[in-house]
């Protein structure tokens, strides 16, 4: 696939570096061989590899995570002379009696990690209508999981690996907003996509209740670029997906994306 610019803005921290380390020794391991494939990333994670794969031309990638709009997704790197193929990607069908305990997906991630995986091995969790969610997990572990996981918070449940092109799947969908700001501040972007009072968006930020570009940010003066992506704890994101010139004020005209 075609290299895609990362978001990651500033110096990476320690543990950032020290990730891409460890990636970039994954790489080297590729030598020889028709690919590799890592477990589910977050949208973090995705970025540090991606921007590893930049310095790789030899070296080409797909993203997968079960269905178009999954947050947490797999890589799979292969020479770029190679034909491309998706990462593999289980989804595992969770069914339980209609009338009992509202399950959320606190409680679906905490039974499958109860039974002794790793997060990385989990990717995104959907709750469906009708009582029922998916899982999607790493291919090796999809027996298993459904061979022991018969209870979520004390609801008995059953499980079943289903093909996900026959699930009716979430498609992300968002709202666009234009309007205008001072500057281009964390805080006032936030209260234009979101509906606040600017002091608002200000002691949310300062409660570490905000990411930029999935990099938590407390600064409510941190400047915003276009393509980058924010979200709200609890909200939903936003992408600043165009910035369109200044009014006659001084003031600037944005376009954003809303997601829910």
Known sequence: MAEKQTRLRGPLTEGEKK?????ARKLESLKG???LQTSFLDPLQLELARAVLQ???HLA???YGGFPAAERTCLRV???EQHSILPEVAALLVTWPGGGEKLSHRDFLGAVLSLGLRRDQVGDILLLPEDRAVIFVVPAQAGYICGNLTRVKG????CSVADPERLPLPVESGKEISGTVASLRLDAVIALGFGISRSRAAVLIKGELVKVNWRPVNSPAFQLKEGDLVSLQGRGRLEVVALEG???KGRRRLRLKKIS
């Open 61 to 63: 990638y797909t993203v």
């Open 155 to 158: 609801t008995a449940v059953e």
């Open 78 to 80: 292969f020479p770029a």
């Open 55 to 57: 310095e790789q031309p």
């Open 19 to 23: 990730w891409q380390r460890e990636f």
């Open 33 to 35: 061989r028709a690919g």
């Open 246 to 248: 200044d009014t006659k």
